[in-house]
């Protein structure tokens, strides 16, 4: 199962929105609404930001949100704030059974 | 307070076997399906695997990198979950973290991850 993938690197500034893509295949991303997003900064363990493509848990901002089309999804961070800064990563359960992650995006607030 | 606690890393050399565990507490463990997660240092996130709940039949799934080496497992009784590593390679070196996998394959709850390096 190869890895999805997702741009090396994103930037923006203060106030600006980004969007980071995940493109797979029609066996992962395109072919479940199962899709998250995760947000790691350094030293720590990552965190679910986005389920089920679009969903946001308690308690995440309403600055991110998800969506996808055919086999690419998005996370989209709006209002960007120095906070935001930090790696990205997402991933999709796979008609293998299996889950798979994006290799990550190195977002910098500039 | 939920919380996942890792444990069990540490040295191993290429070749030897080792056993993490994962210690749940502040939520129902028996209702939820367990998941590993590893990430190399300075690398990306790579799943491991996971184990179903019992009430999905309690049966696993494993990344090919790992499928006849590692197995997980799991004790409702304790509130463990187990990664059983055997035969580990160089390339296994990582931080492994033990999570909760929801019904739609998201993980949402994390621990703070074990190091794992195999090293001669």
């Known amino acids: 199962q190869s890895a999805l993938t997702q741009p090396a690197s994103v930037s923006g500034s203060p106030g600006q929105s980004i969007t980071i893509s995940c493109t797979g295949t029609s066996s992962d991303v395109g072919g479940y609404n199962y899709v998250s997003w995760y947000q790691q900064h350094p030293g720590k363990a990552p965190k679910l930001m986005i389920y089920e493509v679009s969903n946001r848990p308690s308690g995440v901002s309403n600055r991110f949100s998800g969506s996808k089309s055919g086999n690419t999804a998005s996370l989209t961070i709006s209002g960007l704030q120095a906070e935001d800064e930090a790696d990205y990563y997402c991933s999709s359960y796979t008609s293998s059974s299996a889950v798979v992650f994006g290799g990550g995006t190195k977002l910098t607030v500039l | ?120």
């Open chain 2, 1 to 120: 307070e939920v919380q996942l606690v890792e444990s069990g890393g540490g040295l191993v050399q290429p070749g030897r076997s080792l056993r993490l565990s994962c210690t749940a507490s502040g939520f129902t463990f028996g209702d939820y399906a367990m998941s590993w997660v590893r990430q190399a240092p300075g690398k990306g996130l790579e799943w491991v695997g996971f184990i179903r709940s019992k009430a999905y039949g309690g049966t696993t799934e494993y990344a090919a990198s790992v499928k006849g080496r590692f197995t997980i497992s799991r004790d409702d009784s304790k509130s463990i979950a187990y990664l059983q590593m055997n035969s580990l390679k160089t390339e296994d070196t990582a931080v492994y973290y033990c999570l909760t996998m929801t019904t739609t394959f998201a993980f949402d709850i994390w621990g703070q991850g074990t190091m794992v390096t195999v090293s001669s």
